[in-house]
């Protein structure tokens, strides 16, 4: 999607659209916030607010620089954090990791230490330790390389809690599992996303016009494969239509091309 300048005074944060291959055809992970969360019972894909200490791990980068991912957001500096939140805030969530150990070329993560993993998270989400901690204790590299930016939502000025969002997308890895973190989410489903859109349509799930969006936007690709293919082309960006934002900054037009 084309993008709109951020308003300083808004938070950044980073959300990771998380799929995965099925026979009968590819599911995107959505997750259900609590009653007591800034969203409240809306179902919603992994994300958060950008940390300060994110600036700390682009050294675990196993792709980008923080100048190429700056350009590729269209930002001045800094864009490389962008892509650490969304994968910090996936394991924080849902306990899936895009990170390989160091000395290793494949995704595959160790059985006994994605469960050493989940023991951590535990002290990642409650500040008692740092993702900087995290990756040095574990001699992990991020996996930069497979999580693609995707778009740029900004939620207007009549919500009560505005964010300026960069969306990302990626296949979750094999060897790792979903379990949800109770702090913020009620439940986490794998789900195909004309599937999520129907439920909508029905009024049983509760859903704002980005996940809308994005889940009308990755519903007809044959397979993960092709959809990824072709956000890595900048097939996916959409002209941005005039007039006020609803809920965020992108109307959907009913095409990508």
Request: proline letters at 5%; aromatic letters at 8%; hydrophobic letters at 35%.
């Amino acid at each position: 999607m084309n993008q709109v300048s951020s308003e300083v005074s808004i938070p950044t944060a980073s959300t990771l659209v998380l799929l995965r291959d099925n026979p009968e055809g590819y599911e995107v992970l959505l997750l259900k916030r609590t009653k007591q969360s800034t969203f409240p019972n809306l179902y919603v894909f992994p994300g958060g607010k950008v940390d300060p200490d994110d600036a700390n791990c682009e050294k675990f980068s196993d792709s980008l620089t923080d100048r190429e991912a700056s350009d590729i957001l269209d930002v001045k500096q800094n864009g490389l954090r962008y892509w650490i939140a969304a994968i910090r805030e996936c394991f924080e969530e849902c306990g899936v990791l895009f990170a390989r150990k160091s000395e290793t070329l494949t995704g595959e993560l160790d059985p006994k230490l994605i469960d050493e993993l989940k023991h951590v998270r535990d002290s990642l989400c409650t500040a008692k330790t740092t993702f900087q901690s995290l990756l040095e204790e574990f001699s992990l590299q991020l996996m930069v390389s497979k999580v693609h930016y995707l778009s740029h939502w900004i939620t207007p000025k009549v919500m009560p809690a505005r964010f300026d969002t960069r969306f990302f997308i990626g296949v979750m890895t094999n060897g790792q599992g979903i379990d949800v973190h109770s702090s913020e989410l009620v439940s986490g489903e794998w789900v195909r996303p004309k599937i999520a859109l129907h439920r909508h349509a029905k009024k049983t799930w509760n859903m704002i016009l980005p996940t809308i969006t994005t889940l009308r936007m990755i519903s007809s690709f044959e397979n993960t494969a092709t959809l990824i293919d072709y956000v890595k082309r900048g097939y996916h960006k959409i002209p941005v239509l005039s007039g006020l934002p609803i809920q965020g900054m992108q109307p959907y037009v009913n095409r990508w091309r």
